[in-house]
């Protein structure tokens, strides 16, 4: 029984930073975390994610902004975002990928006023 859950969002300026967090605790090994986003009248698209070896990977939209990084012991996974744009509005959800299955967190809201 996987849930993850989330935290860290809000309403921040643009130019402002937020950091979010996800964590799934319990007895099982997680294979890979990500990040994922969804604004109104859009697709859910990718962010970043990061292996449990700390391979990460990023959206091109986010690239040298935000940065995913993990910490195994506890199975959390943080992600800082910096240089937060009105386009970064969206709803934040975390994915864990564990026990051959993929898990989705409730979401947190994440609003970049201009």
């Known amino acids: 029984q996987v849930q993850p859950v989330e935290s860290g969002g809000g309403l921040v300026q643009a130019g402002g930073s937020l950091r979010l967090s996800c964590t799934a605790s319990?007895?099982?090994?997680?294979?890979?975390m990500g990040w994922y986003r969804q604004a109104p009248g859009k697709q859910r698209e990718l962010v970043a994610t990061?292996?449990?070896?700390?391979?990460?990977d990023y959206a091109d939209s986010v690239k040298g902004r935000f940065t995913i990084s993990r910490d195994n012991l506890r199975n959390t996974m943080y992600l800082q975002m910096n240089s937060l744009k009105p386009d970064d509005t969206a709803v934040y959800y975390c994915k864990v990928s564990a026990m051959m299955r993929d898990y989705w967190g409730q979401g947190t809201q994440v609003t970049v006023s201009s």
């Open positions: 990061i292996t449990k070896a700390g391979t990460t």
């Open positions: 319990g007895s099982f090994t997680i294979n890979a």
